[in-house]
């Protein structure tokens, strides 16, 4: 895969649909832990834990196991209370063993017209254990995409890889599978181009892992100073937005923003945010498809901008 470097001063302004400033995409993650993995090495969960120290593997760690599956048991059913009375959606990311596992809350993003996006098979496995093994990769990728379509009803447009750790490889297997976005890239407040040997193009639309509940354990953040973080984000893009149009994640875990001395923080911010009406409630696949269209007015295609602070970064 190859994206072209694009400075900021060398981008014409991005101009959302319908008038729109800024694109707000909040983000679930539905995520499934395996309780022991076949492996005495340190055991991953692609997430900060509640009780310290990393355990083997093939050692069950009950207290950060169980305080995850809070989120799967409770705290993401209080999180869709919260949606239910904002009205507002939610872009879903979704490990292919939620879908076995806990197939009653892909059910209920489903039933309310959620997008849904693939999030590897598990979360406790990564695809850099297969930095080196394309075939392996790629067998993981189309695993998670055969529950994916076979749970959700249609095929995969976008991927989010587990921890965001993916190989040199992955977007252009992506690409190669079908796929439309890639959410793994964290370098930009706006959409761009990522380049496939394939030829076929892929979107990026950034995660964040700053703008997310995991700052509420790394930070110390109550739901008072976790609404101001949330807030603070969304008012300096929204004023950036005057020029050229942005869009602002937040990732959002049910056992971490759906515990209920946080959750809170999640409500007022949705109610903050609603105010203004050149704020658009997007989708990851949304925002993908109008820049495939767009992207034109907004990047100049390689070769005509070389001396306005462009480069690229190839893998």
Not at 12 to 30: D, E, H, Y
């Amino acid at each position: 895969m190859r994206y072209d470097y694009v400075s900021f001063p060398a981008r014409k302004p991005l101009v959302w649909p319908n008038g729109k400033r800024l694109a707000v995409i909040l983000t679930i993650n539905f995520e499934y832990w395996d309780k022991v993995q076949d492996s005495e090495k340190p055991y991953y969960p692609g997430g900060p834990g509640i009780v310290g120290g990393n355990l083997p593997g093939n050692v069950y760690d009950n207290p950060n196991f169980t305080w995850r599956e809070y989120g799967q048991r409770v705290g993401v059913w209080r999180m869709l209370d919260v949606f239910d009375q904002e009205n507002v959606p939610a872009s879903c990311t979704m490990n292919a063993k939620m879908a076995v596992e806990r197939p009653e809350v892909i059910r209920a993003a489903i039933d309310r017209g959620w997008e849904i996006v693939a999030h590897n098979y598990v979360q406790d496995e990564l695809l850099t254990d297969y930095m080196f093994d394309e075939a392996a990769e790629r067998d993981v990728i189309r695993r998670t995409l055969d529950i994916y379509a076979e749970s959700v009803g249609r095929k995969a447009r976008g991927w989010l890889s587990s921890s965001l750790r993916s190989t040199l490889n992955t977007i252009d297997i992506l690409a190669e599978e079908g796929l439309l976005f890639i959410t793994d890239l964290l370098n930009d407040d706006q959409p761009y181009l990522v380049e496939t040997r394939s030829g076929k193009p892929m979107v990026s639309v950034s995660y964040t892992s700053e703008v997310n509940d995991f700052s509420f354990l790394r930070q110390g953040l109550t739901a008072e100073t976790g609404l101001e973080m949330f807030k603070e984000g969304f008012d300096w893009l929204r004023e950036e937005s005057r020029s050229s149009g942005r869009f602002m994640n937040i990732g959002l875990h049910p056992h971490v923003i759906g515990q209920p001395f946080r959750i809170r923080a999640l409500r007022d911010f949705i109610r903050y945010a609603k105010q203004f009406d050149d704020v658009w409630f997007a989708t990851r696949e949304e925002i993908a498809a109008w820049y495939l269209d767009h992207h034109h007015e907004h990047i100049d295609p390689r070769g005509q901008a070389a001396a306005a602070g462009r480069g690229s970064v190839s893998c």
